[in-house]
């Protein structure tokens, strides 16, 4: 089955910046989209961003549009998160999702693979 590892979380001061990074390993070929998720202590899952695997296509929630950006490097099977002008409510720990073709692929969309996440704390 596909694996999946992140990377990159840390402390940083708001307005700040990231890259989370997510290494698949696996049948990575059988990966119709990618996405990133993140959830605060006492808060439910919150679909951050999706990137699909053919062609590059990104979706954003309105949280963080315009300050992160997804991309994907394939020749290295990794999906990165770049956070830039972070806040305080970013604060969350971040979770890499994949999903095989023929799934469904959005921000509430279930997702098969999950990663353990990685932390990311705005302090002010």
């Known amino acids: 089955q596909v694996q999946l590892v992140e990377s990159g979380g840390n402390s940083v001061q708001a307005g700040g910046s990231l890259r989370l990074s997510c290494a698949a390993s696996g049948p990575t070929y059988s990966i119709s989209c990618m996405g990133w998720f993140r959830q605060a202590p006492g808060k439910e899952r919150e679909g951050v961003a999706i990137i699909y695997s053919g062609g590059g296509t990104t979706v954003y929630a309105e949280s963080v549009k315009g300050r992160f950006t997804i991309s994907q490097d394939n020749a290295k099977n990794t999906v990165y998160l770049h956070l830039n002008r972070l806040k305080s409510e970013d604060t969350a720990m971040y979770y890499c999702?994949?999903?095989?073709?023929?799934?469904?692929?959005?921000?509430?969309?279930?997702?098969?693979?999950w990663g353990q996440g990685t932390q990311v704390t705005v302090s002010s």
């Open positions: 999702a994949a999903e095989p073709w023929a799934g469904t692929c959005s921000l509430v969309s279930r997702y098969t693979y």
